[in-house]
């Protein structure tokens, strides 16, 4: 299905003369002369992007802009002027064009910015669509999710949660075991006692005996006072154990036996403690083979694996990555924030060693050094940028250099050649890369081309 683009110049040639161009590109084109005609346009014929001159007779195209977006409609829209200059541009973006042209302007230069600016809207709206769709049937806890292995683990959650078995959570680290904990805690009958959470790798065996179970005072020496133990913090509530399998074997005994019993002594005291805790334990470790290596005892790995959740690295849900940005981009205050379709696919495409948080880390540190609205290919980390092999970035019939694969000489090379086949135009050049013009003038600046 063609898309429509609605035309709005006070100039009958410039409409026409666009009019022709778009439509050999296969757009449905309606038009119109001025503002009203345009305000009453969008209302009629409901544009998939719009393109508007900046000087018309009343309302002029800024004012066209405002109520366009003050009417919550999200269709791109690219401003043209034969007056431009820097607070006009800054002024139109902030009101919400997503591209600002200056006439006289290459043909190919407003396609290309077209091209971006549908590509911009239809990930926007898929992103939308799923995150709907996501709080309609999987919201659970701010989990984030639409790959299918993940739907699972929420559906698993849900069930599990209202019951007080025991859960053991797999994963690498950064897959978010933490949250699926909290979540079986928040949805359960327990959610308003506490959630206790100790990483047991962060511990040595001493100090997180006394950590799990408190000690009494003159258990050792500087033990001025008595301290309950986060056992008996968790009462009533849920005791979550990350890093289970670095725990020691005398200290797995001493679990075992809690989790059977119900009841613990604190370090040097001999009074018998009940308790009614429920335990999520998490690993990112083969327990069956730290079984088979003598480094967990068995009877406890039985104990803990009743019902095992086992979340799948962020690099296997690469469809969850749009989603997942655009809720960080919220989290920290940059949900207006555009990213390009070329940074979005270097983004699904790195690995991910360190999962959903090291993806989160990347948006923070992404918002806080990005001073501008859009998020393209250059302002990603290094890492994921490399993280792109060279035949991914490189358009069809391009050719790679003979000598290696150096990631900085292979991005040099394409642009080269890129300009060779275009006679160095740069508009026409971006576009056979498949970047924006602005983009690409930001590469060859910093390859000193």
């Known amino acids: 299905m063609s898309k429509r683009v609605l035309i709005v110049d006070d100039e009958k040639n410039m409409r026409w003369v666009?009019?022709?161009?778009?439509?050999?590109?296969?757009?449905?084109?309606?038009?119109?002369?001025?503002?009203?005609?345009?305000?009453?346009?969008?209302?009629?014929q409901a544009p998939d992007i719009m393109i508007l001159d900046h000087r018309m007779p009343e309302p002029d195209g800024m004012e066209v802009l405002r109520r366009v977006r003050g009417k919550g409609q999200t269709f791109?829209?690219?401003?043209?002027?034969?007056?431009?200059?820097?607070?006009?541009?800054?002024?139109?973006?902030?009101?919400?064009?997503?591209?600002?042209?200056?006439?006289?302007?290459?043909?190919?230069?407003?396609?290309?910015?077209?091209?971006?600016?549908?590509?911009?809207?239809?990930?926007?709206?898929?992103?939308?669509?799923?995150?709907?769709?996501?709080?309609?049937?999987?919201?659970?806890?701010?989990?984030?999710?639409?790959?299918?292995?993940m739907i699972e683990v929420i559906e698993t959650v849900r069930k599990v949660a209202p019951t007080n078995a025991t859960a053991i959570i797999y994963g690498e680290s950064g897959t978010g075991k933490e949250l699926i904990a909290r979540a079986l805690h928040n949805l359960s009958d327990r959610a308003n006692k506490p959630f206790v959470s100790v990483s047991a790798g962060a511990l040595p065996d001493t100090l997180l005996e006394s950590e799990l179970f408190g000690f009494e005072k003159g258990a050792f020496t500087g033990a001025v006072t008595a301290k309950p133990g986060?056992?008996?913090m968790a009462n009533g509530g849920t005791l979550f154990l990350d890093e289970i399998g670095d725990i020691s074997t005398a200290t797995q005994v001493k679990l075992l036996r809690v989790l059977q019993e119900r009841t613990f002594e604190r370090l040097g005291g001999t009074r018998t403690i009940d308790i009614?805790?429920?335990?999520?334990?998490?690993?990112?470790?083969?327990?069956?083979?730290?079984?088979?290596?003598?480094?967990?005892?068995?009877?406890?790995?039985?104990?803990?694996?009743?019902?095992?959740?086992?979340?799948?690295?962020?690099?296997?849900?690469?469809?969850?990555?749009?989603?997942?940005?655009?809720?960080?981009?919220?989290k920290y205050n940059a949900g207006s924030m555009r990213i390009t379709p070329e940074a979005m696919e270097a983004l699904v495409t790195y690995q991910w060693p360190g999962n959903i948080r090291e993806l989160e880390n990347s948006i923070e540190r992404i918002v806080i050094l990005t001073h501008h609205d859009e998020i393209g290919l250059d302002d990603l980390p290094a890492e994921v940028r490399a993280g792109m092999s060279p035949t991914q970035r490189m358009p069809s019939g391009f050719q790679l250099p003979e000598d290696g694969v150096d990631l900085e000489e292979v991005e040099l090379d394409l642009v080269r050649q890129a300009l060779d086949r275009t006679g160095g135009s740069a508009p026409k050049a971006a576009k056979l890369l498949?970047?924006?013009?602005?983009?690409?003038?930001?590469?060859m600046a910093r390859l000193g081309l």
């Not at 022709?20 to 296969?26: I, K, N, P, T």
Request: aromatic share 6%.
């Open 276 to 330: 009614d805790v429920r335990v999520v334990a998490a690993t990112n470790q083969d327990l069956q083979q730290l079984i088979a290596d003598g480094g967990f005892r068995e009877d406890l790995y039985y104990r803990l694996n009743v019902v095992p959740i086992t979340l799948p690295p962020l690099r296997q849900r690469s469809g969850d990555i749009p989603l997942l940005v655009a809720h960080f981009l919220e």
């Open 230 to 232: 986060r056992f008996e």
């Open 18 to 44: 666009l009019g022709q161009a778009l439509s050999g590109e296969g757009f449905e084109v309606v038009d119109a002369a001025d503002g009203k005609g345009a305000l009453a346009s969008v209302s009629d």
């Open 434 to 443: 498949g970047l924006t013009a602005k983009t690409l003038e930001a590469r």
């Open 76 to 149: 791109p829209i690219i401003m043209l002027t034969a007056h431009g200059n820097v607070a006009q541009a800054v002024e139109a973006m902030k009101a919400g064009a997503n591209e600002y042209l200056t006439k006289p302007f290459d043909l190919e230069e407003l396609k290309l910015a077209i091209d971006k600016a549908l590509q911009y809207s239809d990930l926007a709206n898929e992103v939308e669509r799923l995150r709907q769709e996501l709080d309609r049937e999987y919201d659970v806890e701010g989990i984030v999710a639409s790959d299918q292995r």
